[in-house]
């Protein structure tokens, strides 16, 4: 069977690569996990294993070549003809012979999401692993997904390490399913030559340089020499050595001005992106009012225990925002539209997102169907909505949807706020934080617990009688919950 080699994928900043050395030849045998050749970018060398034991049948690229990112550069025809190589066969026998080797692959990647990201691996090669432990996690734009053990075994191979940009199904690393730490330790270490630390063009800049592998630091995966390694070692002064040690308590003053800088994860880019397309695509608009929590809140101290009791869950105050946002969705179909195109899209549904805070950033799940739930169904499904994000659960298809949005700044002590939109939805509710304020009620001053309310909403479809009377719909509706019940 002819087996395409290709190019891995390259990083997002990397345009394209070089060819830099061949290891193989037309014709030569080798074995699986043997690289076959280095593609070299403008700081790395990425290295291609085999994926099975074969023989070179193809070289379309040659070294030297300017390539791009999956382009196939050779083939081989894999099979059992190939003869292992002696070295390899040694070091193996004792794995091989107990153990199975199962790849480690990423999940299938929802239609929408393109790519993903190895955001954090959680064992090294050599460790043992029991079946269904989580051995890394792939991070997408929305969800985190994890990739668990279908056997016990030890990790061998870890191909792509943290930070790699990854597609779906592919593959990421090995486990020798069935096999033990010391039967596994010698396949692991995979020693590297001095001649194969660094490419042609990389030993060539050496060269010029007057160094040598020794006098290098390499960076790379295994050790392996690149260009800005090579610079790195060049412009270090012969002396620094020697100097550091009078120095190193001034260093060490300046320690409360230190940076640390780390990469945006993938979730964080999506974030900035989508808020800065709903700034610079839609006519946002942000109408304000207050409401009086004073019933709301009576009522839940009448029935908080009667309801935990009779439903096994807390009565919160979310519970009564969606019931008001639903029924005022209901009244203002305008608000529960999105516009794609130059279409105007009405939804005969009530999926509502509810802005969630996690450890990776701010997330909405959907609540679909709010119209048909009960008060303790909403508070139940916000509940475990929120558990998943806590907990690095959400699934793409918790994220998907929803034609209207509720975030509670309050709970984090917001006074008040503007939200901006969540495209492609039309509208967004900001509630905020309960308090204390002197109000004027029947040319009385009552001290009243009150909360700011926050509409935002896209002027291009909503305009402001609607948007008004949306707010003041709910407002009316938190005020006399007896209204929710009455549907009046």
Avoid: C
């Amino acid at each position: 069977m002819t087996t395409e080699i290709k190019v891995p994928v390259l990083p997002e900043s990397v345009a394209d690569a070089t060819v830099a050395t061949w290891h193989v030849q037309v014709g030569e045998k080798f074995t699986r996990d043997q690289v076959l050749v280095d593609i070299e970018t403008d700081k790395v060398v990425l290295e291609v294993p085999a994926t099975s034991d074969g023989v070179m049948t193809e070289i379309s690229q040659a070294e030297g070549a300017t390539v791009l990112g999956d382009q196939v550069i050779g083939a081989f025809s894999a099979g059992d003809e190939a003869a292992p190589a002696p070295v390899a066969a040694a070091s193996a026998s004792t794995s091989t012979a107990a153990a199975k080797v199962i790849d480690i692959v990423v999940p299938v990647l929802p239609e929408s999401v393109a790519d993903a990201t190895v955001a954090s691996w959680h064992v090294a090669e050599g460790d043992s692993v029991s079946v269904d432990q989580n051995l890394v996690d792939i991070e997408t734009d929305k969800v985190v997904l994890e990739v668990v053990a279908q056997d016990n075994g030890v990790i061998g191979k870890i191909i792509h390490v943290e930070g790699d940009t990854v597609l779906g199904a592919q593959k990421i690393g090995e486990l020798n399913a069935g096999a033990t730490v010391s039967a596994t330790a010698a396949p692991i270490e995979d020693a590297v030559s001095s001649d194969e630390l660094a490419s042609p063009s990389v030993r060539r800049l050496m060269t010029e340089k007057g160094l040598t592998a020794a006098n290098v630091v390499g960076t790379g995966k295994g050790g392996r020499i690149s260009k800005e390694d090579v610079e790195a070692a060049a412009n270090k002064p012969v002396a620094a050595p020697k100097a550091a040690a009078p120095v190193a308590a001034p260093v060490e003053d300046l320690g409360e001005r230190s940076q640390k800088r780390v990469p945006m994860t993938r979730l964080r880019k999506t974030i900035a992106t989508r808020l800065l397309e709903a700034k610079n695509s839609t006519a946002m608009l942000t109408t304000f009012n207050e409401v009086n929590m004073k019933p709301i809140m009576e009522l839940r101290k009448q029935y908080k225990d009667l309801f935990e009791k009779t439903h096994d869950t807390r009565l919160g105050f979310m519970s009564f925002y969606v019931k008001a946002v639903t029924e005022a969705l209901k009244r203002y179909p305008a608000v529960n539209a999105s516009i794609d195109g130059d279409d105007i899209v009405y939804h005969n549904f009530f999926d509502i997102s509810i802005a969630v805070s996690t450890p990776r950033g701010l997330v909405t799940p959907v609540l679909r169907d709010s119209d048909q739930l009960s008060m303790a169904g909403i508070e139940n499904g916000i509940r475990d909505l929120a558990i998943k994000g806590r907990d690095g659960k959400l699934s793409m298809a918790d994220m998907t949807g929803g034609n209207f949005t509720i975030t509670n700044g309050g709970v984090f002590g917001s006074l008040l706020s503007t939200p901006i939109l969540n495209l492609p939805q039309a509208a967004i509710l900001g509630m905020h934080k309960i308090q204390d304020r002197p109000m004027a009620v029947d040319g009385k001053v009552e001290i009243l617990p009150m909360m700011y309310l926050a509409l935002s909403y896209d002027h291009r479809l909503i305009d402001g009688k609607e948007s008004v009377g949306f707010l003041v719909t709910i407002k009316e509706l938190l005020e006399d919950p007896t209204r929710l019940l009455l549907d009046v």
